[in-house]
């Protein structure tokens, strides 16, 4: 006995040829619409729905696969003999093989100036209601969601006539996955409206966090274990990552990553690709003990080296440029657990081979754009607390030379302004309480993650001293402000000659005070970079 396949998609790229595949396999085509025209005109025999059940498409095409010849013939279980009887008495015949693509609803949401009425037009009822009854009864029928199935059930079923159990299985649980994607998507976008606010808008205004979130990630990877090997782990990426994000990058070489491995690479490509210049950023236990910025890579990575050596042992290195030999060469003589470039030189890549155990992860910049998403950067952040999720808009703000605010009497030097914005970019990505001592393009001094700012401050102090570095004619970055003047007493007395801060203390004054009696140049950025 012949298949049936049913065929209706939205989207129709590699359709014809699959249906003309399906034809030369002397399957039955049924189809529905724009789908029917398009095989019909391309000389196939198609059955169109609307003849197979006897009724009519109606409601502007809302309704035309509701019906039981569909899903009787969908979900009919070929080995429960009442399930055959009852499709006899009522002369439904089976379908076995289902192709459906959804109508474009997240494509449509995503447009500027989205009506509500195109959205909610663009929210598939039939579609749905077909895959769930085919993807429900997997072992008889296959459902395939996407065009990129296509040559998989071909293969098959010219090989053997039908498709494998297994296959039948992943392709239910592809149609579920995609089925829960489209749901959450719909649920977003209603969510996130603020009805009242939009009478007699056309647009409607959306709230920037919906009343339902609803995540979606696909798992690229089982990892042999959590932060500790007593939790167990995995590594997901959005369905829709940004570009130039960590997630898409591409392993060339070495052990799998670990789940530390992959929080730190992350904080050290989202620091390290922010600069417009050749720049290595190392970093170690999520925060950076080496910025710097050269004129190539071997520069960069010799000048970030030096902020902390013992810390940079076993660490995470990021490049926004090409590696290239000399670069390796350098960076061959120290422990590296995860190393990271938009690209590497084949005598570069030598250089490794026989550190077989080095992680080589290339990772391409993005292009730019006007969105966070085309740079590369999440839009929002969420964070996992109990029996709930802290989420909030990415700390993607950018500094720029005209937003300081000269506080003090002493005026910054041009130099000492590109040492303080340099500074305040690392600071970014340095686990609060943050002091960053800079000079020359490179971090002198970095003081993460303590109770006090004071106590940062005195441990990026000693961590100076301990590499052979002086502080003396330093920029210093504080992620927060200084509430008393003590702290910044501190890093003055390790030689810091300006300062950058949010500022927005009920003792701003006292602290500027405190500026100008110890010959300081200190500047206001209004903005504050926690980082828990």
Not at 305 to 310: A, L, R, V
Not at 372 to 388: C, L, P, T, Y
Not at 420 to 435: P, Q, T
Request: hydrophobic share 45%; proline share 4%.
């Amino acid at each position: 006995m012949a298949l049936t396949a049913l065929i209706s998609v939205s989207d129709k790229t590699g359709i014809l040829e699959f249906a003309q595949g399906l034809h030369g396999l002397g399957v039955k085509l049924l189809s529905t619409g724009g789908t029917a025209k398009l095989l019909l005109d391309a000389g196939l025999p198609v059955t169109e729905v609307a003849q197979h059940t006897g009724f009519p498409e109606m409601l502007d095409g809302r309704v035309k696969t509701l019906h039981p010849k569909i899903h009787g013939g969908l979900l009919a279980r070929r080995d429960v003999p009442a399930h055959m009887a009852a499709l006899k008495e009522h002369g439904i015949d089976t379908i076995d093989l289902l192709v459906v693509n959804l109508y474009p609803f997240e494509a449509t949401v995503a447009k500027a100036g989205c009506t509500l009425e195109d959205a909610i037009e663009n929210i598939d009822i039939g579609g749905p209601a077909m895959v769930r009854s085919a993807a429900k009864n997997w072992k008889d029928v296959g459902v395939l969601t996407d065009a990129a199935q296509y040559p998989i059930a071909l293969t098959e079923l010219a090989a053997d006539g039908k498709l494998s159990d297994k296959t039948r299985f992943a392709l239910s649980v592809a149609a579920f996955n995609r089925i829960a994607d489209y749901d959450g998507a719909i649920s977003d976008y209603l969510s996130a409206i603020d009805f009242d606010a939009s009478a007699g808008q056309a647009a409607p205004q959306r709230a920037l966090f919906p009343a339902q979130s609803n995540g979606r990630f696909v798992k690229l990877q089982d990892l042999r274990y959590g932060e500790n090997p007593h939790q167990q782990a995995a590594f997901y990426r959005d369905l829709y990552p940004a570009p130039g994000s960590l997630v898409t990058a591409r392993q060339l070489q070495g052990k799998e990553l670990s789940y530390n491995n992959i929080a730190d690479a992350d904080a050290a490509w989202e620091c390290v690709k922010g600069f417009d210049v050749p720049a290595c950023v190392i970093v170690k236990h999520a925060n950076p003990c080496g910025v710097a910025v050269g004129a190539d890579c071997f520069e960069a990575y010799s000048k970030a080296f030096k902020t902390d050596p013992t810390s940079a042992f076993g660490g995470i290195i990021a490049f926004n440029r090409p590696m290239d030999l000399a670069a390796a060469q350098a960076v061959s003589k120290q422990f590296v657990e995860v190393l990271m470039a938009p690209g590497y030189t084949a005598e570069a890549l030598d250089v490794f081979k026989s550190k077989v155990n080095v992680r080589i992860l290339e990772i391409g910049l993005p292009k730019g754009g006007k969105t966070d998403w085309e740079n590369g950067r999440n839009a929002m952040d969420v964070k996992r607390i109990g029996s709930g999720l802290l989420m909030q808009t990415a700390d993607n703000r950018e500094l720029s030379l005209a937003e300081l605010k000269v506080v003090s009497k002493k005026q910054p030097t041009q130099e000492q302004l590109q040492d303080l914005l340099f500074a305040w970019k690392v600071a970014k990505y340095v686990k609060s309480n943050a002091i960053v001592f800079c000079a020359g393009g490179m971090t002198l001094g970095v003081g993460a993650g303590q109770m006090s700012r004071l106590d940062s401050a005195r441990i990026a102090s000693i961590k100076a001293e301990h590499a052979g570095l002086s502080l003396k004619g330093t920029a210093v970055a504080s992620d927060a402000f200084f509430p008393f003047r003590d702290g910044l007493d501190v890093v003055v007395d390790a030689g810091a000659t300006c300062v950058i801060q949010p500022g927005g203390s009920m003792r701003d004054q006292e602290v500027i005070d405190a500026a100008d009696e110890r010959g300081v140049a200190m500047v206001f950025s209004g903005v504050r970079h926690f980082r828990h």
